[in-house]
């Protein structure tokens, strides 16, 4: 199940799981979750009731309940969401330490004023599980650790072009400025998306990145390494993140009772 296909990053996923199934009897057939908890519920509801070996949930907002549900009635593994349970596997990145990485990098290139936007969660029990949620906690923690507390500034948007793009204009209003916008986002958007929009708006305010302004992604797109954008991005290893469900599914197919985290 993916929750939008036009997502640059899935891809990267996709090929891990399609490169890990090539020697084997099961085959990858794709479901577009949109974003949705009952879309997601409908596509998921359909695989089970169509007899799928296993099922891989990319980046699902649905909630625990109904997660739990999917991996009870057939092997589950979910990508890009932290937490755990017996019912289903997890491969997540570190998203805290990633995090903490684009900030280091930024301090180090003499930086103080750095920005985050976020993708705010509307949901709290799902909060802690989602990735916007620990790169946000991250990027705190690592703005305290090089004592950059006072500078500490967090706009929370959806995660979209667009909301880069507001979200970037509505730091540039500042009285004082950043010199240095994060954008974390999420893996449903793809971090990096959102940094097209603030390179969008920092581009429309007749700003240059990055001699006015440092901006850093996170996925590591295709696109981020494209000359015009020439993006600095934190790599999720996406390929790896498929490898790596795959294999558990596998053993979770094969009835392995031990559930474990990547």
């Known amino acids: 199940m993916l929750p939008d296909i036009r997502n640059p990053f899935f891809p ?26 009952k879309e997601e519920a409908r596509v998921t509801e359909a695989m089970i009731d169509r007899g799928m070996d296993g099922i891989i949930l990319v980046a699902p907002i649905s909630s625990r309940a109904h997660m739990e549900r999917v ?12 937490g755990s349970s017996p019912a289903f596997d997890t491969v997540a990145d570190d998203d805290v330490e990633g995090a903490a990485l684009v900030v280091g990098h930024l301090a180090g290139l003499g930086h103080r004023r750095i920005a985050h936007i976020e ?7 799902r909060l802690t599980e989602m990735p916007n949620a620990r790169r946000a906690d991250g ?25 880069g793009y507001r979200g970037t204009k509505e730091l540039l ?53 494209f000359g015009p954008i020439s993006l600095t ?11 790596n469900a795959v294999r558990l599914l596998l053993e979770r197919i094969a009835d392995r009772p031990v559930r474990r985290s990547r």
């Open 12 to 37: 990267e996923i996709l090929d891990g799981v399609t490169a890990s199934l090539a020697d084997t009897e099961y085959q990858v057939l794709l479901g577009p979750g949109r974003n949705g908890e």
């Open 119 to 125: 993708h705010h969660e509307t949901d709290p029990t």
């Open 233 to 243: 991005s934190v790599d999720q290893a996406g390929r790896e993140m498929g490898q």
């Open 139 to 163: 990027y705190r923690q690592a703005m305290r650790q090089h004592g950059l507390e006072e500078w500490i500034d967090v706009v929370s948007t959806s995660y979209t072009q667009d909301s």
């Open 71 to 82: 991996g009870t009635a057939v092997p589950t593994v979910v990508v890009g969401r932290h």
């Open 173 to 225: 209003a500042r009285p004082v400025r950043p010199t240095a916008v994060f954008a974390g986002a999420d893996i449903v958007a793809g971090a990096d998306i959102v940094a097209v929009g603030v390179l969008e708006a920092v581009t429309e305010a007749g700003l240059s990145v990055p001699g006015d302004l440092s901006v850093a992604g996170y996925d590591n797109t295709t696109f981020a390494a």
